[in-house]
Structure formats: C-alpha cells, structure tokens
C-alpha cells in the first residue's frame, strides 16, 4: 500500500526558511516522479514544484521559483522541499504527491497524496 | 498560464446526479485529471485522463468531456461523496488545477 508522510511543517517568520520531508513507501520510490501541492487558507490548490524519478529534472511555480528547491534521495525514498525567503502568502497546507510515471508529462496524474503539513508565515 | 473554471459550489439531493464542471477553451485536446479532498483528508484521485477510474472509486463516479468543458458526474449521490472536487491539467510540465468545487448532498 502505497504511503506518504509528510513532516517539518512549522510556524516561522517572514524571509525564514524551512525544510520539508516526505517518506514514502509500498512502491519503489525511484521509478516515480514526485511533487509538492499546497493548499492555501482559502482552500484553492496550487502545484508548488515537480521531481523526475532520477532526480535529473525539476519544475517549478513561478510563486516559489528561485525561492524553493526540490530533491530526493532514492537512496531513503524521501522527497525534500527547502523554503527560503518564506513570505505571508507560502502559509498553506503542503502535501507531497506521486506521480504516476516516472517523468513528468501531460498524460500523467498525481495518483497518491500524503495527509499534508502545515506551514505558517508570520510575525 | 491559464486557468480552469469551476463553480465554487455544487448541491444535490441524496440519491440524485451531481455535474461538477471544469472550462477552458479547448480543454478536449488535455488529459484532465479529478481530486478530492475531504476536510483533514489527503486529497483522492477520482478520475484520471478524462474518463478512467482508480480502483476503489466506484462505477458511479465518471468523467467526460466537450471542446471545452470537462465534466465530473456522481450519479446516485451519497452524504460520503460531499467534499471539494478540483480538476487538473498540465501546461507542459506545470500542473494547473482549478478553483475547486464544494460539492454538498442534501
């Protein structure tokens, strides 16, 4: 059965940072691209960033480009995200997601989610 | 990028068909993908490329699509298919969902 558990969700004051951890498990972790979606306070959805199985591609929001970095390490079946610069408006609940294949492109969904953690912005 | 358009809130009887839709032109030439998520819940795929069902989701919950509409229908609706329904494409390697749809079974 598949697994995901997401962790290190804080509250930290604005231009703070944070990291992210997502453990997965019941697949092999390596043979799946991985992503992070945020749930913002008014309950919109919003694609944060997107990881090939290798690790060899990444995408990201414009809203978190130059800000957020994705990574993984197969070796461990962990999904990272590290959040620098933190601003108000990252406050949102952060699920980590598989992907169905093992690159990203149009066809594919996001066939499992975690239970999400939160991330709070503010002084 | 571009967004996709969904009613904030859809109501139906129990027992009865809800439509859930999601817009953008040209919307038929995208693989659409369906989530939802319950409060304190991890979001579900409910229906993935337009039409296809994950195991576990029942017969009753299909997808469709026109030129520019796709459409989420719960048929025989039940108090357990309540929650937030959000559609979602990809614009190359970028996933875009919509504003999401609060579905309520009276």
């Known amino acids: 059965e598949v697994h995901l558990l997401e962790s290190g969700g804080d509250l930290v004051q604005p231009g703070g940072s944070l990291r992210l951890s997502c453990a997965a498990s019941g697949f092999t972790f390596s043979s799946y691209a991985m992503s992070w979606v945020r749930q913002t306070p008014g309950k919109a959805l919003e694609w944060v960033s997107g990881i090939s199985g290798a690790g060899d591609k990444t995408d990201y929001a414009d809203s978190v480009k130059g800000r957020f970095t994705i990574s993984r390490d197969n070796s461990k079946s962990t999904l990272f995200l590290q959040m620098n610069s933190l601003r108000a408006d990252d406050t949102a609940i952060y699920y980590c997601?598989?992907?169905?294949?093992?690159?990203?492109?149009?066809?594919?969904?996001?066939?499992?989610w975690g239970q999400g953690t939160l991330v709070t912005v503010s002084s | 990028s571009f967004e996709l358009t969904q009613p904030l809130s859809v109501s139906v009887a129990l027992g009865q068909t809800a439509k859930i839709t999601c817009g953008r032109d040209?919307?038929?030439?995208?693989?659409v993908h369906w989530y939802l998520r319950k409060p304190g819940q991890a979001p579900v795929l409910v229906i993935y490329r337009d039409i296809l069902r994950p195991s576990g989701i029942p017969e009753r919950v299909s997808g469709s699509k026109s030129r520019n509409t796709a459409t989420l229908t719960i048929s025989r609706a039940q108090a357990g298919d309540e929650g937030d329904y959000y559609c979602?494409?990809?614009?190359?390697?970028?996933?875009?969902f919509g504003g999401g749809t609060k579905l309520t079974v009276l």
């Open positions: 040209n919307i038929a030439d995208e693989n």
């Open positions: 979602q494409v990809w614009d190359t390697t970028t996933a875009v």
């Open positions: 997601a598989k992907v169905e294949d093992i690159e990203i492109f149009p066809a594919v969904c996001l066939d499992y």
